[in-house]
DNA sequence: GATTAATTTGCAACATTCTGCAAAAATTGA
DNA sequence: TCAATTTTTGCAGAATGTTGCAAATTAATC
């Protein structure tokens, strides 16, 4: 059996019964379980599903109100969210990206923190309504409803008028040579003005994000001054290092 | 069963009776407290819901808080802003208010209306999150927490760039002599902005706020193009009549 | 303040995952 | 075709995560 027809043979399990384990797939493909064990992460990598332990369960479905998309703060992200955290000190003021990934950092914000937030991103500005102690500056634009984020030249006028202390880059597709890419056209021009904006550019990226690039160009790799990832230690990340990007 | 399941699972019953309990979890799901405790205090860490002693409630009024804000739409209200919707047509450019008046009309905007938005208020846009025709643009600026709107330079600003067909302008306090006056200085200058970026001006009045006056001033009451009110026959309005104000 | 219930902590048993490695299978290039 | 190379696979041992239990601590109730 090839190893594709595995591979589409888990995620139609996957499908079906809304979970799948390890122990069961080696059995039905008779092989062992570090073999369905790498197929899952390959999957994974592929952000076609969600690894677990024991098994995988389907990936977040893409939620649609930004309500839904809340609930969606993985292990991952919340582990960088916490090391973003010792970033933050009082008196800051903090540009906040639209994407899950900074979306983790406000969600863990102190209540106690005193700083002023920027931000193109309803999610985040909600997540902040109980926070006394955060002046939230949001940036005005066309309103983009899949991900309540606005954008546009009104945006970009509002970050071009900032100087933040820190920008939090949610997840962009990391390369050394290519540099920082995004997906979509709009919000490569909004990042970049974000980055433009910042005294210390933080990106917090999943792994399956680092050695990838996308289509629109927002900045070379060395633009970052931080990467937070789940993974410092990864030989890859040694390169960045090397080019004088601190990881975490 | 994995360990994530059971967290989902634990999320579920939460939605459904807005409370778990370690003793009932523990019992449903064959798993001692202490795991059940443990799962409970790693959601809680992923900020999905809060825990408290002996089991968890949901996480505390988070994003959705102002949307749930939009349910005490009174009647008088569902009046006035039934009567405003006979303004709108395809292809309009309209700024909603921050007013819960202009959030009524927006809560019942026809799904098939081709306008263009422009507000600064949190409800009013995520009101609009699923209706497909509409283009919504939103003003930057400083956050109000408490009603969700944003304010300052920026949104002034922002309004300035805008030549709208029609504003709605949420309930302030209107006198023949003194004109439109509001209880906020910072709400007064927005709303000021508001009518100058507009060809039609158009107020949402209920009984109470006819003929009384606040502290800062926004305009003359002539500068109204049209009052919509619940008692469009009262014989106090039929002298904004005389000064030429539609009366509805 | 005494009593009860819930939580924290440390621990041992167990399960899963990670790591490096070697054999097997597939791919490549002459 | 055959040898060299790469990829895939399974395995063993180490590392890590999970679970239930019991004793110690803390919080709630009367």
Redesign the interface.
């Known amino acids: 059996m090839l190893k594709e027809e595995r591979l589409q043979l888990i995620l139609c399990r996957l499908e079906e019964n809304k979970?799948v384990?390890l122990c069961d797939l080696s059995e039905e493909l008779s092989v062992s379980e570090d073999t369905i064990r790498r197929d899952i992460r390959e999957l994974s990598e592929r952000g076609l599903l969600?690894m677990?332990?024991?098994?995988a369960?389907p990936h977040a479905p893409g939620p649609?109100?930004?309500?839904d998309r809340?609930?969606f703060?993985s292990?991952d992200k919340?582990i960088i969210a916490r090391k973003a955290l010792e970033f933050l000190h009082d008196g800051q003021v903090v540009i906040f990206d639209g994407g899950t990934s900074a979306l983790?950092v406000a969600?863990?914000l102190p209540k106690d923190l005193k700083i002023t937030v920027a931000t193109n991103s309803?999610?985040v500005?909600?997540?902040?309504?109980?926070h006394q102690n955060v002046?939230?500056?949001?940036?005005?634009?066309?309103?983009y409803?899949e991900s309540?984020v606005?954008t546009g030249f009104?945006?970009i006028r509002?970050f071009q008028q900032i100087r933040a202390d820190i920008c939090f880059l949610g997840i962009c597709s990391i390369h050394l040579q290519i540099g920082v890419t995004s997906h979509f056209y709009e919000e490569a021009e909004v990042k970049k003005t974000m980055i433009a904006a910042s005294n210390l550019v933080v990106a917090l990226t999943t792994p399956e994000k680092i050695d990838t690039a996308e289509s629109y160009y927002i900045c070379p790799a060395t633009d970052l001054n931080t990467i937070i990832t789940t993974i410092p230690h990864d030989a890859r990340l040694q390169l960045f290092n090397a080019a004088g990007i601190s990881i975490r």
Chains 1, 2 share one sequence.
């Open positions: 979970k384990r969600t677990v332990r024991g098994g369960i649609k109100s930004f309500t809340i609930h703060a292990k919340q983790a969600s863990i309803f999610p500005a909600s997540m902040l309504e109980d002046e939230v500056l949001f940036a005005g634009g066309r309103l409803k309540f606005t009104e945006t509002f």
